[in-house]
């Protein structure tokens, strides 16, 4: 790849793709329609295949290249595919009715995350001048915030996205970090995620033809 | 040729082989190949221990094998003495399982751990670095955990002892891995010379604690006071000749730890270490034989019998190193030499009696003292081996413990003229615990014959035992063969095992020296077995001879015996295991403490007829009840406790998860 981007250029691709990246996590809080919060994940694949790009682009790597192609066909196609596939059969029900913190407070939490994210970076990010170090707190943010979603949210399909965003979030820090994620372990944690969506999918039509609902808390009898 | 490697090599490749054989032999040929494989791995162990233990030396070094911390074999005297004992005791144990295992353990799962039991047991001797020590130990435990669960489909309580030996293994493993570890990060490397050299720049406090968590942990392996539990439940449901194993050969992997650890890498050490293992050694050897002597059930009777023993083998280690610490290495060293020999003679007679259990277990199906007798004249050759069996545990002149433990009582004995206030406090002490020991010993071992083999058969099962197959004989006469020579000529072994414990308590001068006759260095003291055996025999001919001659003079009249005109004498007027124990209950009744139940039931014309009469005895483990129950109920109040935190909401749990996290970033940002 013979293309070197210049240095501005570089940054404020990097720095558009992480803003995307925050803002996806933000609005999948904001947002209750299953619908929706699935097209915000999408997006977020997006910006996560934009920001592999322009890291390969920077540094030239073919391999690199190839990834962003996985991320892309991985978190913008098969993902939000399953899950919308998943919506579909899961009847009229499609609305974020009644999460366990109403979303005022989960837009409020997730300001409180993402310093948090920036707090405990501090000491990575003096550690490089580079501007991916720079950016790797906003990836830490939405790795806390993909827990979140997780935890508050009581419907299966978003907490699964929640669970995603905490994968999206993973891989950023990987990519950010420039530690090189070799490509097969790479190809190994997309099959890995693509293996939970499965799983999760088949648990969730479980739940409705069971319970007629698939919030989690119906699951409470599973105790010793 | 160095001999040691190749018997290492030939034990090696047999086990592993064995182990194969085990997986791929069809059922029909499968119990006597691996018979044949574990016991030519068992028999090169041997070659290997003996050849080590007249000074050849060999050593390995493979540190890219183990990931990390790499494998090192050094073969040593003391690491030699354990490998010879525990390849004697697999080869003869192998043969016997020929036949016992067709019984019902020849499933392909026993019979492939069982070769990696005996290669497990060879290794743990010979590791030389933390790490390889560590990982054989582990998988000694696994080996033999697995093999005790073989019979667990027939019998629930295998699954319970299964239990108690995996947790009470586990933490005792845990304690070692602890002790080592505090150790080792003192030192260099993991490697025990680099240990050995950095034994020296430990404090005082550092070095008692590392010695008290290999206590504890080699201890609970060798079935020490309190952390025995798991012995007489676990030993008791392993198929026989694993029990076998278990009891002549793993136990004494706990007092090599200890002899490893204390002696060889820490130096010696202050002198309270040897005050706590001889104190703790004489209390297992009295509670255990106590409970022994209540025991009805033979293999449990024969586990307890191991917690004793190895209480003897450690008042003579502690004795040793008490000796050692006062600078009296002669006596050091013959105290030690004691305890090995101990260690020897107890893996023979301990064989010899489970082998020939695990007979009596294979003919009737049962192990209940009270539910047999009468068993000689089915199995003569079972009942033979038993006898002798019983002989050598019951430290009686021609028997193999007598020997050891009258070297155990010289060198305590000697030891009190030149001692201080503590030591000559506790060395009465130890000798009467010996000397107690040994009483309570006799009367067990004499119930467990006589009430278990003589008399009259007191089940139909017992009535119809019939002999067992030749493999399981010729597995019994190899231990016998083993007991005798060790009565009657111990001088075959004692300059090896001299040799071994001069080495250890660091000393040039043999403790014991003499083929025939015993002589001890350096005091006085001389013993023969071999000519007080000729001499108790020629002294039993006589007293059969006088007695018949004089017997012969008024003409015999036969007659019936006397029954309270209550009819012919009946199996249910005989002794049982129970009533003989019966005096001895009353006796240590504050220690034992039964729990008896007596119903009368009177008819119902008048009160002074009886109908029927019902006993019950149990005799609860005291130190159990006591030592145990109180921390199984803490653990269980804190399960409770933490139920409290299990909701069953998913939520609640991913919420632990996130406010962990949360709180960790949080602590490490203030924190920095």
Same mark, same amino acid.
């Given at each position: 790849?013979?293309?070197?981007? /210049?240095?501005? +250029?570089?940054?404020?691709? @990097?720095? =558009?793709? !992480?803003?995307?990246l925050l803002l996806t996590a933000v609005l999948a809080l904001w947002?209750?329609?299953?619908?929706?919060?699935?097209?915000?994940?999408?997006?977020?694949g997006l910006a996560l295949a934009g920001l592999v790009g322009v890291l390969a682009a920077r540094e030239g790597s073919a391999e690199l290249v190839a990834v962003a192609v996985g991320v892309l066909v991985v978190r913008v196609g098969v993902l939000p595919w399953l899950l919308r596939r998943a919506l579909a059969t899961s009847g009229a029900d499609r609305r974020e009715t009644r999460p366990v913190?109403?979303?005022? /407070?989960?837009? +409020?939490?997730?300001?409180? @995350?993402? =310093?948090? !994210?920036?707090?405990?970076?501090?000491?990575?990010?003096?550690?490089?001048?580079?501007?991916?170090?720079?950016?790797?707190?906003?990836?830490?943010?939405?790795?806390?915030?993909?827990?979140?979603?997780?935890?508050?949210?009581?419907?299966?399909l978003s907490q699964l996205v929640g669970f995603l965003l905490m994968d999206n979030g993973i891989t950023a820090v990987g990519f950010l970090t420039g530690a090189g994620i070799g490509l097969i372990v790479e190809v190994g944690v997309a099959l890995d995620v693509v293996l939970v969506v499965l799983v999760l999918q088949v648990l969730t039509g479980r739940m409705r033809e069971t319970f007629g609902a698939t919030d989690l808390d119906d699951l409470r009898e599973l105790r010793d | 040729m160095n001999l040691v490697a190749l018997g290492l090599g030939a034990a090696a490749g047999a086990g592993v082989a064995s182990a194969l054989m085990g997986l791929l032999v069809p059922r029909p040929?499968?119990?006597?190949?691996?018979?044949?494989?574990?016991?030519?791995?068992?028999?090169?162990?041997?070659?290997?221990?003996?050849?080590?233990?007249?000074?050849?030396?060999?050593?390995?070094?493979?540190?890219?094998?183990?990931?990390?911390?790499?494998?090192?074999?050094?073969?040593?005297?003391?690491?030699?003495?354990?490998?010879?004992?525990?390849?004697?005791?697999?080869a003869v144990a192998a043969i016997y399982g020929i036949g016992y295992s067709r019984h019902h353990a020849d499933g392909r799962a026993p019979q492939a751990v069982l070769p990696l039991f005996v290669l497990t047991l060879l290794i743990v001797p010979i590791a030389a670095s933390v790490g390889t020590f560590l990982v054989c130990w582990e998988l000694m435990a696994l080996t033999s955990l697995l093999l005790v669960l073989t019979e667990h489909r027939r019998r629930a309580q295998v699954g319970e002892a299964g239990r108690w030996y995996a947790i009470m293994t586990h933490l005792g493993f845990m304690a070692i891995l602890i002790g080592l570890l505090v150790f080792t990060a003192q030192a260099a490397d993991d490697t025990f010379p680099a240990l050995r050299a950095a034994a020296a720049t430990l404090s005082p406090a550092v070095a008692g604690l590392v010695f008290l968590m290999i206590l504890v942990g080699f201890g609970s392996k060798a079935g020490v006071l309190p952390l025995h539990a798991w012995l007489p439940r676990a030993h008791p449901e392993a198929p026989s000749h694993v029990s076998a194993l278990m009891s002549a050969a793993m136990v004494n992997a706990g007092v090599y730890g200890i002899v490893r650890v204390g002696f060889?890498?820490?130096?010696?050490?202050?002198?309270?270490?040897?005050?706590?293992?001889?104190?703790?050694?004489?209390?297992?050897?009295?509670?255990?034989?106590?409970?022994?002597?209540?025991?009805?059930?033979?293999?449990r009777l024969l586990g307890y019998s191991t917690t004793e023993n190895m209480g003897l083998v450690l008042v003579g280690v502690g004795a040793s190193g008490l000796f050692a610490s006062a600078g009296n290495t002669v006596l050091a060293a013959l105290a030690m030499a004691a305890a090995l020999l101990h260690v020897c003679n107890h893996a023979a007679f301990k064989t010899l009696l489970f082998l020939a259990a695990g007979s009596v277990l294979h003919a009737t199906g049962s192990r209940d003292l009270d539910a047999l007798g009468g068993l000689r004249r089915g199995m003569p050759a079972t009942t033979a081996a038993f006898g002798?069996?019983?002989?050598?545990?019951?430290?009686?002149?021609?028997?193999?413990?007598?020997?050891?433990?009258?070297?155990?009582?010289?060198?305590?004995?000697?030891?009190?003229?030149?001692?201080?206030?503590?030591?000559?406090?506790?060395?009465?002490?130890?000798?009467?615990?010996?000397?107690?020991?040994?009483?309570?010993?006799?009367?067990?071992?004499?119930?467990?014959?006589?009430?278990?083999?003589?008399?009259?058969?007191?089940?139909?099962?017992?009535?119809?035992?019939?002999?067992?197959?030749?493999?399981?004989?010729?597995?019994?006469?190899?231990?016998?063969?083993?007991?005798?020579?060790?009565?009657?000529?111990?001088?075959?072994a004692l300059p090896l095992i001299g040799r071994v414990a001069g080495g250890i308590a660091g000393t040039q001068t043999a403790p014991a020296t003499g083929a025939l006759t015993i002589e001890l260095a350096e005091v006085t003291g001389t013993l023969s077995p071999f000519l007080l055996t000729v001499a108790l025999l020629a002294a039993a001919v006589l007293v059969v001879v006088a007695l018949r001659v004089a017997a012969?003079?008024?003409?015999?009249?036969?007659?019936?015996?006397?029954?309270?005109?209550?009819?012919?004498?009946?199996?249910?007027?005989?002794?049982?295991?129970?009533?003989?124990?019966?005096?001895?209950?009353?006796?240590?009744?504050?220690?034992?403490?039964?729990?008896?139940?007596?119903?009368?039931?009177?008819?119902?014309?008048?009160?002074?007829?009886?109908?029927?009469v019902e006993y019950r005895r149990q005799i609860p483990d005291r130190i159990e009840r006591r030592f145990y129950e109180p921390v199984l109920l803490a653990v269980a109040r804190w399960g409770r406790a933490g139920r409290r935190l299990a909701t069953g909401s998913v939520h609640r749990y991913l919420g632990y998860g996130f406010y962990t996290l949360c709180a960790l970033l949080i602590a490490l940002v203030v924190m920095r």
């Open positions: 790849m013979g293309v070197r981007v /210049s240095d501005a +250029l570089y940054v404020q691709l @990097l720095n =558009l793709a !992480a803003g995307g947002r209750r329609e299953l619908s929706v919060i699935i097209r915000v994940f999408a997006v977020q913190v109403n979303v005022a /407070s989960s837009l +409020l939490a997730a300001a409180a @995350l993402t =310093l948090l !994210a920036y707090a405990v970076s501090q000491p990575l990010v003096r550690l490089s001048p580079e501007p991916a170090i720079h950016a790797v707190p906003v990836a830490l943010a939405v790795v806390l915030i993909g827990f979140f979603v997780l935890v508050t949210r009581r419907r299966a | 040929a499968r119990a006597a190949a691996v018979g044949l494989g574990s016991a030519v791995t068992g028999a090169a162990g041997v070659l290997a221990g003996i050849a080590a233990m007249t000074g050849q030396t060999w050593s390995m070094a493979a540190p890219e094998l183990l990931p990390i911390a790499g494998v090192f074999l050094e073969v040593d005297a003391l690491g030699g003495l354990f490998l010879a004992v525990a390849g004697a005791v697999a060889d890498l820490l130096g010696g050490g202050a002198r309270w270490w040897w005050l706590v293992v001889l104190l703790l050694g004489a209390l297992s050897a009295v509670y255990g034989i106590l409970q022994a002597a209540m025991s009805t059930d033979v293999k002798l069996g019983a002989l050598a545990a019951s430290a009686l002149p021609p028997g193999t413990a007598f020997v050891s433990e009258w070297l155990l009582l010289q060198s305590l004995i000697q030891g009190l003229p030149n001692a201080g206030i503590a030591t000559s406090i506790v060395l009465p002490v130890a000798v009467a615990a010996v000397a107690l020991t040994a009483g309570l010993a006799v009367a067990t071992f004499v119930k467990a014959f006589g009430v278990g083999f003589l008399a009259r058969p007191r089940s139909d099962a017992a009535a119809n035992a019939a002999e067992s197959p030749a493999t399981m004989l010729a597995g019994m006469g190899l231990a016998g063969v083993a007991c005798v020579a060790l009565a009657l000529v111990p001088g075959l012969a003079r008024p003409r015999r009249q036969e007659a019936r015996l006397w029954d309270c005109g209550a009819g012919p004498m009946s199996a249910r007027m005989e002794y049982t295991a129970t009533s003989f124990a019966e005096p001895l209950q009353r006796v240590f009744d504050n220690v034992v403490q039964p729990v008896q139940d007596v119903d009368v039931t009177h008819y119902q014309e008048s009160r002074y007829l009886v109908q029927a």
